[in-house]
């Protein structure tokens, strides 16, 4: 059973088409996650599914029955919006009691209502405060205590970490996880951050210019992107673009820009001979080799260069090599004993298997 599905929804603005066919089914009590870049389509399509927007062509069905001639206030959704919208003049007591009190229930049972909800976002007590004392996290919790207090089969969420500071954004991304598993319901969030989408997700939809590219696990997203696009805007990526030489099997012979040749994985339908391909690899599939060392390099990608920076971050440094004909690649190094040791200006070798990357044909 679906909480949540479209199918094929088309939205036109005159002749421009900010939706282009697109269709999902979200699973009872899953998140899931739209991310694309600004101006993709995503706002304009959570609109459709809250009864703000008509689609010209399609369906949506709430838990299998169709609602698109069903207006906003009798459809079984709410929606938590990019600039929150909580009322100033009241406080937060009377925020998450709007709904109830509009719905006419009486007053024993909305005190009690909103004091469970305050309890389960662990913000007991706060009836009174007013929503000017309360932080940016906390306005966020209140917005999203006010929708799921009105019990709704699917919640809405358009960028709702986007007012916030990245330390926040960081600590919300796990409590908006927890959160939705503590309601058990669906939630639906849409974002253009990657690393938002990825932590949070049962699911993930890839959005590009109205479409889909891919709908899948944040793991399969990462690992087995189906497109170029999927490639490069999920997780980091060194990304070139390249010639293939050789394309058999599922492995294809690749001279990037400045005559430097890898042998990579392909990433969707079989590159032509002589066509141009984007190549993708992942800096933690890199590997820095020591001069020295007497290893193997069998089945390996190698490139020689200079390291140009060292980027500390903890388990998450990095290391950039520029090549001879000016190529920066980034590569996840930690700088711990045990590692190779670079300083910048030292001469180096970079590695990676050949199984690692990948590389997507023109239009593939
Ligand atoms: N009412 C409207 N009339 C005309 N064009 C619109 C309307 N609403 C949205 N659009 C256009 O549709 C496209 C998609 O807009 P939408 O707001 O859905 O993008 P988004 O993916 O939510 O972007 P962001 O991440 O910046 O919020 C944009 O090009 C936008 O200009
Ligand atoms: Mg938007």
């Keep these: 059973m679906f909480d949540l599905e479209c199918e094929n929804i088309i939205k036109r603005f005159g002749a ?44 949506i069905r709430l838990k299998g029955k169709s609602v698109v001639n069903t207006p906003p206030n009798k459809r079984n959704v709410k929606m938590v919006f990019q600039h929150l919208a909580l009322f100033p003049m009241m406080n937060v ?37 007013q929503i000017s004392q309360l932080s940016g996290g906390q306005k966020q919790r209140i917005a999203i205590a006010r929708c799921m207090v009105l019990n709704p089969d699917v919640l809405l969420l358009d960028e709702p970490l986007g007012a916030l500071d990245l330390k926040l954004r960081e600590h919300m991304k796990i409590e908006l ?11 639906l969030y849409i974002t253009h951050d990657q690393s938002e989408a990825l932590v949070m997700s049962d699911n993930v939809a ?24 999927v490639a490069g805007f999920v997780g980091d990526s060194n990304r070139w673009n390249g010639i293939a030489m050789m394309a058999d099997g599922d492995h294809a012979r690749v001279v990037v820009a400045d005559g430097l040749e890898m042998v990579v994985p392909i990433g969707g ?24 060392a007497d290893i193997s390099t069998a089945g390996m ?13 903890g388990a998450a440094s ?47």
């Excluded at 990608?301 to 971050?313: H, M, P, R």
Aim: charged share 20%.
């Design 206 to 229: 890839v959005m590009n210019a109205g479409r889909f590219e891919q709908i899948g696990a944040p793991e399969t997203l990462y690992h087995a992107p189906k497109t170029a696009f």
């Design 93 to 129: 007591g009377e925020n998450i009691a709007y709904g109830l009190r509009c719905r006419g229930e009486n007053k024993t049972e909305i005190t009690a209502k909103v004091a469970a909800m305050l309890d389960r976002i662990s913000m007991p007590g706060v009836q009174e405060k």
């Design 16 to 59: 421009f088409t900010a939706v282009d066919g697109v269709s999902l089914e979200i699973p009872s009590g899953s998140f899931f996650s739209i991310l694309g870049p600004s101006g993709c389509g995503k706002t304009t399509l959570m609109r459709m599914i809250a009864g703000f927007e008509t689609p010209n062509r399609g369906d």
């Design 269 to 292: 339908a079989r590159p032509e001979v002589g066509g141009q391909v984007e190549v993708f690899v992942r800096p933690e599939a890199m590997q820095i080799l020591a001069q020295d």
């Design 318 to 364: 990095r290391v950039l090599v520029r090549t001879a004909t000016g190529l920066l690649i980034e590569i996840v190094h930690r700088m711990d004993a045990g590692q190779v040791r670079v300083k910048p200006g030292d001469a180096v070798k970079v590695g990676w298997t050949h199984g690692a990357g990948l590389c997507f044909g023109e239009g593939g």
């Design 301 to 313: 990608n190698t490139i020689e260069g200079t390291v140009d920076s060292l980027l500390f971050n």
């Design 177 to 187: 996880k927890q959160l939705q598993g503590r309601f058990d319901t669906t939630f």
